[in-house]
């Protein structure tokens, strides 16, 4: 999901269970993962559809409040 859905959702009231995980291609970078009620998950993804990937935890806390998000899960 691209950041401008997840922001449009988020303003619109949908509620996300949302996971920050270890990035299987590469376990020294981490991946934010969004899920709804009805068991859907969603990636977050950028313009070219490419899931987007963090270096460290503080540049994902920045992207997590950018995008409205309050809490999270994180899984090591």
């Known amino acids: 999901m691209k950041r401008a859905d997840v922001i449009q ?3 619109a009231g ?7 995980i ?5 376990t020294r970078e981490w ?8 068991g859907r998950s969603y990636f977050l993804v950028d313009d ?3 899931v987007e990937s963090f270096a460290s935890l503080d540049g994902l806390i920045a992207e997590l409040r950018q995008l409205g998000i309050k809490r999270v899960e994180v899984q090591l």
């Open 9 to 11: 959702r988020l303003a």
């Open 22 to 26: 270890t990035n299987p291609a590469n």
């Open 31 to 38: 991946i934010l993962l969004l899920s709804k009620e009805a």
């Open 14 to 20: 949908v509620v996300f269970e949302t996971q920050v």
């Open 48 to 50: 070219a559809e490419q």
